[in-house]
């Protein structure tokens, strides 16, 4: 009996050495959607008012485990099912993120005029929060957490991909490690980018001095957190649009041998550019059909 009971150790101390080598693996794999995930992510994080950012990125983490709670089972479902799904919902998501991407493109070019015309109602609306601001916070969480969505399914189907030859037991538990990886890095790293500026305002009221390290690391962290935000903005922007492209290309075989001599990142920019640009006017008139049921 005793026997029985380290071999049944064996055999744990083995899965969970396999498990460790195929959650290495699968994290490495998907490292490049990690990173986009973390610039989408931090852009949508930011712009409310400072009491409101934790807790705004508290809910969107939430409906990020959500997200990969409704997403798992149904992946590994669809993989013994009918295989030919997974692609084919990617290729949809794919197609929501373009349009993500190149509608905020469209935003900074043709709507800079209208928002420097509203800009003093923003700023009475970040100073007196309403009605008004809550509904718009509701809105960019809602976004937020379609737009993880998709990236979760991306990273969910790539990490599968990576233990596809391995026992179920292991493809369930190293993909569901690589999710939890994913949501707590992700999220935790916002945080910490979002919270930068008090950050900074501590090490300044924490030195007694007028000069000093603290208080230059201070002030850096005060001044940094503008530039970073917009330059989060202009990498989520390219991140969703080359996580499209990138979908495009690795499941349109058509698309996928269209331009054999362009450097893959160009290519994966033109397609992400093109499927928002079809999107775009189909966005268009279905929240227009939207708002004419609701009248």
Same mark, same amino acid.
């Given at each position: 009996?005793?026997?029985? #009971?380290?071999? $049944? ?6 899965? !969970? ?9 699968? %994290? ?19 712009? +409310?008012?400072?009491? /409101?950012?934790?807790?705004?990125? !508290? ?6 485990? $959500? ?8 992946? +590994? ?14 290729? +949809? ?15 900074? #070019? ?35 957490? %379609?737009? *993880? ?9 790539? &990490? ?30 916002? &945080?910490?980018?979002? /919270? ?8 300044? /009221? ?25 330059g989060l903005?202009?990498v989520g %922007? ?10 495009? *290309?690795?499941?349109? *075989? ?10 893959? !990142? ?11 640009? !079809?999107?775009?006017?189909? #966005?268009?008139? #279905? ?9």
């Amino acid at each position: 009996m005793a026997s029985g #009971f380290f071999a $049944i150790l064996d055999d744990i101390a083995a899965l !969970m050495d396999d498990i460790a080598v195929t959650s290495k693996i699968a %994290t490495k794999q998907t490292a490049g959607i990690l990173g986009d995930d973390l610039a989408v992510n931090a852009e949508k994080a930011t712009g +409310f008012l400072s009491s /409101r950012e934790i807790p705004v990125l !508290m809910q969107i983490m939430k409906g990020s485990f $959500i997200n990969k709670l409704i997403i798992l089972p149904i992946a +590994f479902l669809l993989q013994w099912l009918y295989p030919p799904a997974i692609k084919l919902i990617l290729v +949809f998501g794919g197609l929501y993120l373009a349009y993500e991407g190149v509608e905020k493109i469209i935003e900074y #070019f043709f709507h800079k005029k209208e928002d420097k015309e509203t800009g003093q109602e923003v700023i009475a609306e970040i100073e007196e929060p309403s009605d008004a601001g809550e509904n718009e916070e509701k809105a960019k969480i809602k976004s937020a957490i %379609t737009t *993880d969505f998709i990236l979760s399914i991306e990273i969910v189907i790539i &990490a599968l991909g990576t233990v596809l030859n391995q026992s179920l037991t292991i493809q369930i538990i190293t993909v569901s490690i690589v999710a939890i990886i994913a949501t707590i890095g992700v999220y935790g790293i916002v &945080a910490l980018i979002v /919270r930068m500026d008090d950050a900074g305002y501590k090490l300044i /009221r924490k030195s007694k001095k007028d000069k000093g390290f603290l208080v230059s690391l201070g002030t850096f962290l005060v001044k940094a957190l503008p530039w970073v935000i917009k330059g989060l903005g202009v990498v989520g %922007t390219i991140a969703l649009i080359l996580v499209a492209g990138g979908i495009f *290309d690795h499941n349109i *075989d058509y698309l996928h041998h269209l331009l054999p001599n362009f450097p893959s !990142m160009a290519k994966q920019a033109i397609y992400g550019i093109v499927g928002g640009l !079809m999107m775009v006017p189909l #966005f268009i008139l #279905f929240k227009k059909g939207l708002a004419l049921v609701k009248k």
